[in-house]
């Protein structure tokens, strides 16, 4: 099998049993303190390809963890994942190239143009500069940005366009598996309309499986197929949206089924989703 | 693309993108190569002190130290702080994602403080050289690129142990190595000959590869050693390199796998 396909028969990602710790340290005085706390207590989850698996939590109950840890980015305490059942700790590169990320930060070289940091980009997946630049064009295009954008730095462009310019970096390498964590947080109603709009074709158009974290209860029930919510570093339920609500929250939508399966304060979470936006 | 092809795209893309940056921090750029050339032609004229017997040779003394001092820490600088740049930037979870080889992303940073400090050093040269009006007729040019290629090696070595420092401590890692440049400076004899420094801190001369660099480089310039005479320095600089830069590939992965444990590859930590 070439590295860069997959098993038609593999699950997307499927992950049993994850447990990941983190700890800070500080100097109080002379005294080392060390502050222990748990981003996820024993996660098992299982996407399947083509799916949109919605990831809904509060600030702090593990998403942007799960997603680091499909990113290769980090190395679980227990427990095992899987990427289209290639281990993520032993088959690292094997997975690294069949996934891409969109992350809450746009993450560029700041004094760089879009063209050159799409180059970079695009040039560390082996993807030749001339066919990034054309393909990023298009992308952007479809994403509402003007052409002209692609040739200033990027520290002058609006935070919903460098998000674009973000999604278009992770298409240009052909992710089968695309990470997309708080890709909208911060954008104003057109631009999130406009990456919605555009995931929703992303998954049409392509092979392509999505795992979406998300604060926005209206922006997980247009685009996933299903939803896990996690809370305090476990997934405490998973279901179609219409499953969630007419199990939890019958009458309601989406936002009553999450704080019923939550047992949260709606007005302290709708503050949190304000203050990160 | 092949493998290989791949690894070659991804490494031209590292050095491309570190040229596009200098490219936008011109202005910077320029003031530390203003300063760089103002700071040689400072040491340099310290040798206008001495007695006119002394004077031109101390003048190429002094000048040597200076400009393979200044190579040499842009090679480390640059490789040690290519994390810390990029964690700075908040691209380093991006990089260090791709799928290649982290020989690959690290040769792509040296290879770019190399070019880039070739150029420096040539243009500090070239300042220098017209400043003084120093005669190198009985320089051996060749003998000396051969010891700058050589001294290359081991410094990207240290250079790698150097950035593993920003991956432990998000911190102080960066201030770490600049205290590592700092004892290399001391111990290496840039603009002393080693045999100044007290004994408690004199052993650690021979450890530096800075130390055999200054020694052949200046054997090379002021007395007009060739290659042949210059070899068994080159070789054990050769060597060290090859012991040093296995050593900070492994020293970096262990790192890299310890952040990936501790989640510090991250800005924010």
């Known amino acids: 099998m070439d590295e860069g396909s997959v098993s038609p028969k593999a699950v997307a990602v499927e992950g049993q049993g994850l447990w990941k710790e983190f700890s800070t340290k500080k100097w109080v005085g002379a005294k080392r303190q060390v502050t222990r706390s748990y981003a996820l207590k024993g996660v098992d989850l299982a996407v399947q390809r083509r799916e949109i698996l919605g990831i809904l939590g509060p600030n702090g109950s593990g998403k942007s963890t799960l997603i680091r840890l499909m990113a290769t980015l980090l190395i679980p305490d227990q427990g095992w994942l899987k990427v289209f059942g290639l281990d993520v700790i032993r088959d690292r590169q094997r997975v690294r190239r069949l996934i891409n990320r969109v992350s809450v930060e746009a993450s560029f070289f700041k004094k760089l143009t879009a063209r050159e940091n799409l180059a970079y980009a695009a040039g560390l997946y082996g993807v030749s500069n001339a066919k990034a630049q054309v393909e990023a064009t298009r992308i952007l295009a479809s994403l509402g940005l003007q052409r002209d954008k692609l040739e200033v730095p990027l520290e002058t462009l609006s935070r919903g366009q460098q998000q674009k310019i973000a999604i278009a970096r992770a298409l240009l390498t052909s992710p089968t598996l695309m990470l997309l964590d708080e890709p909208t947080t911060g954008l104003d109603p057109t631009s999130r309309r406009d990456v919605q709009e555009f995931v929703l074709n992303v998954r049409r158009e392509h092979d392509s499986t999505m795992v979406l974290c998300t604060h926005d209860m209206a922006e997980a029930e247009r685009l996933c197929d299903r939803i896990a919510i996690i809370h305090e570093g476990r997934i405490i339920a998973v279901g179609t949206p219409a499953d969630l609500i007419a199990s939890y929250a019958s009458g309601g939508g989406l936002e009553d089924a999450f704080f019923h399966i939550t047992g949260l304060d709606q007005e302290r979470l709708r503050a949190e989703a304000e203050g990160d936006g | ?269």
């Open chain 2, 1 to 269: 693309m092949s493998p290989a092809g791949r690894e070659l795209h991804a490494l031209w893309s590292v050095v491309r993108r570190n040229f596009h940056l200098v490219r936008r921090y011109l202005g910077w750029e320029l003031v530390f190569l203003f300063y760089n050339v103002i700071n040689t032609l400072t040491i340099a004229l310290i040798a206008f002190a001495l007695p006119p017997a002394d004077r031109d040779r101390t003048i190429i003394y002094l000048t040597i130290g200076a400009l393979l001092w200044n190579f040499l820490s842009i090679l480390f600088q640059e490789v040690a702080s290519s994390v810390s740049w990029e964690r700075w930037e908040g691209t380093i979870e991006y990089s260090f994602m791709a799928p290649i080889h982290r020989l690959t992303y690290l040769a792509g940073v040296c290879m770019y403080a190399v070019l880039y400090g070739v150029l420096r050093t040539i243009v500090i040269l070239v300042a220098v050289a017209l400043f003084f009006h120093i005669h190198l007729a009985r320089a051996d040019w060749l003998g000396a690129a051969m010891i700058l290629a050589g001294s290359s090696l081991p410094f990207i070595g240290l250079g790698l142990i150097g950035a593993v420092l920003p991956l432990l401590s998000t911190e102080r890692g960066a201030q770490a190595t600049q205290v590592i440049q700092g004892v290399i400076l001391l111990v290496s004899g840039i603009y002393y000959p080693i045999s100044v420094l007290p004994g408690w801190i004199r052993w650690m001369s021979h450890l530096s590869p800075a130390t055999y660099t200054l020694e052949a480089a200046r054997r090379a310039i002021l007395n007009g050693e060739g290659p042949l005479h210059l070899l068994p320095l080159t070789i054990k600089l050769f060597l060290s390199g090859l012991i040093l830069v296995p050593l900070g590939l492994a020293v970096f992965q262990l790192a890299e796998h310890w952040a990936m444990r501790n989640g510090t590859l991250k800005r924010s930590g």
